[in-house]
């Protein structure tokens, strides 16, 4: 005789067969997709996770919107997955000349623009895109530009206090159940405003709650980016050095820090990260000028003759740039400390000064 179900198996079946919520927690994986630059890579933890939120902050001009254009740009490029992007451009500053530049593919296959005209208009859209299953990455430009319906029935000046950090509290709690269930990318971009009443040298002089606290909180991954220098060539400003620190992280280390140069013509400089992280995590050795490696068969003399003859040798190249992402990608906040693997951070984290501390962060 076949044993009877117990009460709570009972009750487990009948909740699966009218809500099919219940599920084995060991069955859940984390999909992560990993980027061409080994640093975000670093940051992230491997790559940024599907089905969660992620945030970058900062002032203007600082790279948030060119950042997030490169990261779905990567999610395009994608084969056995949703490829296509969605940006609600709240701020109708969307250029696509440059966000071609760094890698985002504008056909009408591959990307969705979107001016809403409210943010409740916008998180509708957004349902009705991502309830298809084809969306895989979504770009809010930005939170603290979007406004709600109620903004419109007031006149210029008069007070609306409240009014986008409700519509952004309603709005993340209605659509990131979606995000999560079809595996989304979702990219939200926000500002920072000067806190009223501070005082100088007193804590930070930045307001990061630009439409309320729902954003932080549905956020698996908070960044700050900044933009560190100007990069110029007779005196002509090409490019600049963008600062990227976790301020909040659920899916890797949290407190990491990076620079990444960003070159207005050709995008970000990936081949630069990598070459720097072959020295570093030990692939290759340096000797004064010669790099050399046993197992890829390398011997040169500079950086410039280990470009040349990463170049020559792609499959290689491919095998190195690999084992670097695996790396970062094996490891969770969770494990022990001890590994081969957590050698090798450690000699980014002194090679690079990537590390930085809450202080650190809080302080600046």
Sequence with gaps: ????MSALEKAISDINK???????AGSLTLERIPLSS???NYLSGGGVMRGRIHTFHGAESGGKTVLATYIAGQVQKQKDIPNVVVLIDVERTFDPQYAQTVGLDISSSKFIYVRPPSGEDGFTILDNLISTGEIGCVIWDSVAATPSKKTFDKRVGEANFGATASL????????NPKINDYGVVALFLNQVRAKIGGFMGFGPQDNTSVGGRSLPFYSSWICKVSKAEVITSDKEAIGMTMKIKNVKSKICTPFRSATLNLYYNTGFDVESEFLDFFISLGLVEMKGAWITSDKYGIKVQGKVEFSKWLLEHP???????AEVNKIFASKSIIEDIGSEDDEFLNQVDEYYDLNATAEEIERD
């Design 1 to 4: 005789m076949a044993n009877k």
């Design 18 to 24: 009218k809500f099919n919520c219940i599920t084995d």
């Design 38 to 40: 080994p640093k975000l």
């Design 168 to 175: 952004m509290a309603e709005g993340l709690k209605f659509i």
């Design 315 to 321: 499959e290689e190249k491919a095998s190195m740039e």
